[in-house]
């Protein structure tokens, strides 16, 4: 029997797969969007800039976030404490395609959709 052959964690596939998993969730690009758009942003108003996200869902996002090494998180020390939230020059260098991801989807979404629409899985074939 072949010994199953497993990649090495540095190898492009797991480097690809650890970043897209990080950034690929429902909220991280959104984020990550909005503090390009906006500049820096206090947790409120990155609340307020993104729909549906739950409180406890931008905490984990913007620590996550930050633990990576996109975003930065700046405490004041004021009453009540003053926390901004900015993007880092490796978040900048991130969203530089991601941008041009974005462009490509509005460009082509209808098509994507009319595909999607008009597709016709392939018959089951039968078990034997």
């Not at 930065?72 to 991801?101: F, I």
Request: contains cysteine.
């Amino acid at each position: 029997m072949a010994a199953v052959k497993r990649k090495s964690p540095d190898s492009d596939d797991c480097l690809i797969r650890d970043i897209l998993d990080r950034i690929g969730d429902r909220w991280s690009m959104m984020v990550l969007c909005t503090l390009d758009k906006s500049g820096t942003l206090r947790f409120s108003a990155l609340k307020a800039s993104i729909e549906d996200i739950s409180q406890r869902m931008l905490a984990q996002t913007l620590r996550r976030l930050e633990q990576d090494g996109l975003l930065s998180r700046t405490v004041y020390p004021t009453n009540p404490p003053r926390v901004d939230y900015a993007l880092t020059p490796l978040g900048k260098s991130l969203l530089e395609p991601v941008w041009v991801l974005v462009r490509w989807a509005k460009q082509n979404h209808r098509r994507v959709m009319d595909a999607r629409r008009n597709y016709v899985p392939p018959p089951r074939q039968q078990a034997l």
